[in-house]
């Protein structure tokens, strides 16, 4: 894959992402509980963890517009994703009622990872 189509891809990545960072969580954590939200009932977890990936979903949106004058923004995602996935598949293995996590927000942020590892600029120029 050529500089440039990757380029173009990380960008499309970043704004879909940022996307749903933004408006899919807590659109998520409404249709499929079991797979987006930890425990039961109500929790101020969630409205904490929404507020957080919105912020960072404003921040990859932004940096959609020039990826690699943020790619140290792009690499928290990346590994930030990788150890929050990890922290939250540990967990879920654990917890038998929260084994929904491992089909739900456990792999999509390790595809998030990957997709955006991937699709990182591999020269400077880019």
Sequence with gaps: MSDANRLLLLRIALIVIGLTFIFGIYTLGILWPSGWTWGQ???????????????????????????????????????SSVVHGGIMAVQSLSETAEHGHLVGDVPALFL??????????????A
Excluded: E, Q
Aim: no cysteine; glycine share 10%; charged share 5%.
């Design 41 to 79: 009932g109500h929790s101020h977890y969630l409205m904490m963890i929404i507020g957080v990936y919105a912020t960072l979903g404003v921040f990859l949106l932004i940096a959609s517009r020039n990826p690699y004058a943020h790619k140290g923004l792009i690499w928290f995602t990346v590994w």
């Design 112 to 125: 998030i990872a990957i997709v955006l590892a991937v699709l990182m600029p591999r020269t400077a120029g």
